[in-house]
T-cell receptor, first 111, second 113 residues
Framework: RKEVEQDPGPFNVPEGATVAFNCTYSNSASQSFFWYRQDCRKEPKLLMSVYSSGNEDGRFTAQLNRASQYISLLIRDSKLSDSATYLCVVLRTDSWGKLQFGAGTQVVVTP | GAGVSQSPRYKVAKRGQDVALRCDPISGHVSLFWYQQALGQGPEFLTYFQNEAQLDKSGLPSDRFFAERPEGSVSTLKIQRTQQEDSAVYLC???????????FGQGTRLTVV
Protein backbone atom coordinates (compact mmCIF):
# COMPACT_ATOMS: atom_id res chain seq x y z
CA ARG A 1 0.00 0.00 0.00
CA LYS A 2 1.32 3.43 -0.91
CA GLU A 3 1.98 5.86 1.91
CA VAL A 4 -0.10 8.60 0.27
CA GLU A 5 -3.13 7.66 -1.83
CA GLN A 6 -5.28 9.80 -4.07
CA ASP A 7 -8.18 9.21 -6.43
CA PRO A 8 -6.55 9.73 -9.84
CA GLY A 9 -9.76 11.11 -11.38
CA PRO A 10 -10.27 12.76 -13.73
CA PHE A 11 -12.81 14.97 -12.06
CA ASN A 12 -14.69 16.71 -14.86
CA VAL A 13 -16.09 19.95 -13.44
CA PRO A 14 -18.27 22.53 -15.18
CA GLU A 15 -16.90 26.04 -14.97
CA GLY A 16 -18.23 27.76 -11.87
CA ALA A 17 -18.95 24.54 -10.01
CA THR A 18 -17.38 23.24 -6.81
CA VAL A 19 -15.14 20.18 -6.70
CA ALA A 20 -13.65 18.42 -3.70
CA PHE A 21 -11.35 15.47 -3.32
CA ASN A 22 -9.41 13.71 -0.61
CA CYS A 23 -6.05 12.22 0.03
CA THR A 24 -5.33 9.54 2.62
CA TYR A 25 -2.01 8.91 4.32
CA SER A 26 -0.97 5.80 6.15
CA ASN A 27 1.78 6.92 8.50
CA SER A 28 0.59 8.47 11.74
CA ALA A 29 3.96 10.19 12.11
CA SER A 30 2.97 12.46 9.23
CA GLN A 31 3.25 15.98 10.51
CA SER A 32 3.07 18.53 7.72
CA PHE A 33 0.76 18.50 4.75
CA PHE A 34 0.65 20.38 1.48
CA TRP A 35 -1.22 20.55 -1.77
CA TYR A 36 0.89 21.07 -4.86
CA ARG A 37 -0.41 21.77 -8.34
CA GLN A 38 1.19 20.35 -11.45
CA ASP A 39 0.32 21.40 -14.97
CA CYS A 40 1.00 19.07 -17.88
CA ARG A 41 4.75 18.72 -18.47
CA LYS A 42 5.53 21.34 -15.84
CA GLU A 43 7.07 21.16 -12.40
CA PRO A 44 4.97 20.89 -9.22
CA LYS A 45 4.22 24.20 -7.51
CA LEU A 46 2.99 24.75 -3.98
CA LEU A 47 -0.71 25.56 -3.91
CA MET A 48 -1.13 25.72 -0.16
CA SER A 49 -0.03 24.28 3.13
CA VAL A 50 -2.64 22.46 5.19
CA TYR A 51 -3.03 23.46 8.81
CA SER A 52 -4.69 21.51 11.61
CA SER A 53 -7.55 23.98 11.90
CA GLY A 54 -8.16 24.02 8.16
CA ASN A 55 -7.34 26.96 5.98
CA GLU A 56 -8.64 28.89 3.05
CA ASP A 57 -6.86 30.71 0.26
CA GLY A 58 -9.30 32.47 -2.01
CA ARG A 59 -11.39 29.82 -3.74
CA PHE A 60 -9.36 26.97 -2.26
CA THR A 61 -10.07 25.35 1.10
CA ALA A 62 -7.92 22.65 2.68
CA GLN A 63 -8.92 20.49 5.63
CA LEU A 64 -7.00 18.00 7.75
CA ASN A 65 -8.57 15.10 9.63
CA ARG A 66 -5.87 13.51 11.77
CA ALA A 67 -8.17 10.92 13.32
CA SER A 68 -9.08 9.47 9.94
CA GLN A 69 -5.74 10.38 8.38
CA TYR A 70 -6.91 12.29 5.37
CA ILE A 71 -6.68 15.76 3.93
CA SER A 72 -9.05 17.36 1.50
CA LEU A 73 -9.04 20.14 -1.05
CA LEU A 74 -12.13 22.01 -2.16
CA ILE A 75 -12.19 24.37 -5.11
CA ARG A 76 -15.09 26.79 -5.37
CA ASP A 77 -16.22 28.67 -8.48
CA SER A 78 -13.92 26.59 -10.69
CA LYS A 79 -12.05 28.38 -13.46
CA LEU A 80 -10.74 26.88 -16.68
CA SER A 81 -7.26 27.67 -15.38
CA ASP A 82 -7.82 25.33 -12.42
CA SER A 83 -7.43 22.36 -14.77
CA ALA A 84 -4.35 20.56 -13.49
CA THR A 85 -3.18 17.63 -11.42
CA TYR A 86 -3.31 18.23 -7.68
CA LEU A 87 -0.64 16.44 -5.68
CA CYS A 88 -1.08 15.63 -2.02
CA VAL A 89 2.19 15.83 -0.07
CA VAL A 90 3.03 14.74 3.46
CA LEU A 91 6.14 15.23 5.55
CA ARG A 92 6.84 12.94 8.48
CA THR A 93 8.37 13.91 11.79
CA ASP A 94 10.76 10.97 11.51
CA SER A 95 11.87 11.96 8.03
CA TRP A 96 12.09 15.73 7.86
CA GLY A 97 13.81 15.67 4.54
CA LYS A 98 11.44 13.49 2.58
CA LEU A 99 8.32 14.95 1.04
CA GLN A 100 6.06 12.01 0.18
CA PHE A 101 3.85 12.63 -2.85
CA GLY A 102 0.61 11.04 -3.88
CA ALA A 103 0.11 10.13 -7.53
CA GLY A 104 -2.16 13.12 -8.04
CA THR A 105 -5.80 13.88 -8.78
CA GLN A 106 -6.55 15.23 -12.22
CA VAL A 107 -9.13 18.01 -12.45
CA VAL A 108 -10.56 19.09 -15.80
CA VAL A 109 -12.72 22.21 -15.79
CA THR A 110 -14.97 22.44 -18.83
CA PRO A 111 -16.69 25.50 -20.32
CA GLY B 1 18.98 32.93 -10.46
CA ALA B 2 15.47 33.39 -9.16
CA GLY B 3 14.46 29.75 -9.22
CA VAL B 4 15.80 26.21 -9.26
CA SER B 5 17.60 25.55 -12.51
CA GLN B 6 18.17 22.12 -14.00
CA SER B 7 20.21 21.07 -16.99
CA PRO B 8 19.91 19.64 -19.49
CA ARG B 9 16.15 19.96 -19.95
CA TYR B 10 16.12 16.93 -22.23
CA LYS B 11 18.55 14.06 -22.51
CA VAL B 12 18.45 11.07 -24.82
CA ALA B 13 20.87 8.34 -23.80
CA LYS B 14 21.69 5.04 -25.38
CA ARG B 15 21.22 2.07 -23.09
CA GLY B 16 24.41 1.51 -21.15
CA GLN B 17 25.54 5.12 -21.37
CA ASP B 18 26.32 7.17 -18.25
CA VAL B 19 24.48 10.46 -17.69
CA ALA B 20 24.89 13.39 -15.32
CA LEU B 21 22.05 15.72 -14.43
CA ARG B 22 22.73 19.07 -12.82
CA CYS B 23 20.71 21.08 -10.34
CA ASP B 24 21.33 24.70 -9.29
CA PRO B 25 19.18 25.36 -6.23
CA ILE B 26 17.92 28.72 -5.10
CA SER B 27 20.79 30.61 -3.54
CA GLY B 28 20.98 30.09 0.20
CA HIS B 29 18.67 27.10 0.28
CA VAL B 30 20.00 24.50 2.67
CA SER B 31 17.87 21.53 1.64
CA LEU B 32 18.01 19.88 -1.77
CA PHE B 33 15.95 16.96 -3.04
CA TRP B 34 15.95 14.76 -6.10
CA TYR B 35 12.76 13.11 -7.30
CA GLN B 36 11.93 10.79 -10.19
CA GLN B 37 8.58 11.15 -11.92
CA ALA B 38 7.25 8.57 -14.35
CA LEU B 39 4.40 9.42 -16.69
CA GLY B 40 1.09 9.60 -14.86
CA GLN B 41 2.68 9.18 -11.45
CA GLY B 42 3.57 11.49 -8.62
CA PRO B 43 7.20 12.35 -7.93
CA GLU B 44 9.06 9.54 -6.15
CA PHE B 45 11.73 10.51 -3.64
CA LEU B 46 15.31 9.64 -4.54
CA THR B 47 17.61 11.46 -2.16
CA TYR B 48 17.96 14.47 0.16
CA PHE B 49 20.83 16.78 1.09
CA GLN B 50 21.17 19.16 3.98
CA ASN B 51 24.02 21.42 2.85
CA GLU B 52 26.68 19.00 1.57
CA ALA B 53 25.52 16.08 3.70
CA GLN B 54 23.44 13.41 2.02
CA LEU B 55 21.05 12.58 4.85
CA ASP B 56 18.73 10.21 3.04
CA LYS B 57 19.39 8.18 -0.08
CA SER B 58 16.80 5.52 0.57
CA GLY B 59 14.95 6.22 -2.66
CA LEU B 60 17.84 5.60 -5.04
CA PRO B 61 16.65 2.57 -7.03
CA SER B 62 20.02 0.91 -7.48
CA ASP B 63 23.73 1.39 -7.02
CA ARG B 64 23.81 2.77 -10.56
CA PHE B 65 22.39 5.99 -9.14
CA PHE B 66 24.68 8.38 -7.33
CA ALA B 67 24.13 11.94 -6.15
CA GLU B 68 26.50 14.52 -4.74
CA ARG B 69 26.50 18.10 -3.53
CA PRO B 70 30.14 18.66 -2.64
CA GLU B 71 30.00 22.35 -1.70
CA GLY B 72 26.46 22.47 -0.42
CA SER B 73 25.14 24.27 -3.47
CA VAL B 74 25.03 22.69 -6.95
CA SER B 75 24.09 19.03 -7.03
CA THR B 76 24.65 16.35 -9.64
CA LEU B 77 22.66 13.15 -10.08
CA LYS B 78 24.62 10.55 -11.97
CA ILE B 79 23.17 7.42 -13.50
CA GLN B 80 25.59 4.78 -14.69
CA ARG B 81 24.86 2.20 -17.37
CA THR B 82 21.40 3.61 -18.06
CA GLN B 83 18.51 1.21 -18.60
CA GLN B 84 15.19 1.78 -20.34
CA GLU B 85 13.38 1.78 -17.00
CA ASP B 86 15.41 4.86 -16.01
CA SER B 87 13.42 6.89 -18.54
CA ALA B 88 11.54 9.52 -16.52
CA VAL B 89 11.57 13.16 -15.54
CA TYR B 90 14.12 13.89 -12.84
CA LEU B 91 13.05 16.78 -10.64
CA CYS B 92 15.25 18.73 -8.29
CA UNK B 93 13.80 20.84 -5.48
CA UNK B 94 15.29 23.09 -2.84
CA UNK B 95 13.99 24.64 0.33
CA UNK B 96 15.29 27.18 2.79
CA UNK B 97 15.38 24.52 5.45
CA UNK B 98 13.82 21.16 6.08
CA UNK B 99 10.08 21.26 6.54
CA UNK B 100 9.64 24.51 4.63
CA UNK B 101 8.21 25.04 1.17
CA UNK B 102 10.09 23.18 -1.55
CA UNK B 103 10.56 24.86 -4.93
CA PHE B 104 10.99 22.63 -7.94
CA GLY B 105 13.05 23.02 -11.06
CA GLN B 106 11.55 22.29 -14.46
CA GLY B 107 13.12 18.86 -14.50
CA THR B 108 15.28 16.86 -16.86
CA ARG B 109 13.40 14.52 -19.14
CA LEU B 110 15.60 11.47 -19.65
CA THR B 111 14.83 9.03 -22.43
CA VAL B 112 16.90 5.87 -22.66
CA VAL B 113 16.79 4.22 -26.07
Amino acid sequence: RKEVEQDPGPFNVPEGATVAFNCTYSNSASQSFFWYRQDCRKEPKLLMSVYSSGNEDGRFTAQLNRASQYISLLIRDSKLSDSATYLCVVLRTDSWGKLQFGAGTQVVVTP
Amino acid sequence: GAGVSQSPRYKVAKRGQDVALRCDPISGHVSLFWYQQALGQGPEFLTYFQNEAQLDKSGLPSDRFFAERPEGSVSTLKIQRTQQEDSAVYLCASSQDRGTEAFFGQGTRLTVV
